[in-house]
Nanobody, 126 residues
Framework: QVQLVESGGGLVQAGGSMRLSCAASERTFSSSAVAWFRQAPGKEREFVAAIRCRGGNTLYTDSVKGRFTISRDNAKNTVYLQMNSLKPEDTAVYYC???????????????????WGQGTQVTVSS
């Protein structure tokens, strides 16, 4: 089965930058869309960004647009989330998710994604 592993999280000061990585155990990212979600304590999990595996089309939630960039390297079966100008409200556990099979259209809801990583903690200090 497909395994997704997030890495790159940690502690950073407000205004700083951080890059998250999501690595797949097999060639999953060349056939399906991949997204990043995040969940802060006591809050619902929310969509952050998504990227198609074909064409490179991307979608961002308004709160991160202009600050975050999602990208991929299909040769490495890896998707990245570059986060710049980080704010304390960006603090959350960040999850990588992939759609099933060859579904490659961008979606923002959790139920559209089948494979999930365990998450990586991102903490932005004020």
């Amino acid at each position: 089965q497909v395994q997704l592993v997030e890495s790159g999280g940690g502690l950073v000061q407000a205004g700083g930058s951080m890059r998250l990585s999501c690595a797949a155990s097999e060639r999953t990212f060349s056939s399906s869309a991949v997204a990043w979600f995040r969940q802060a304590p006591g809050k619902e999990r929310e969509f952050v960004a998504a990227i198609r595996c074909r064409g490179g089309n991307t979608l961002y939630t308004d709160s991160v647009k202009g600050r975050f960039t999602i990208s991929r390297d299909n040769a490495k079966n890896t998707v990245y989330l570059q986060m710049n100008s980080l704010k304390p409200e960006d603090t959350a556990v960040y999850y990588c998710a992939a759609r099933d099979g060859s579904y490659d259209y961008l979606r923002i809801h959790q139920f559209e994604y089948f494979y999930w990583g365990q998450g990586t903690q991102v903490t932005v200090s004020s």
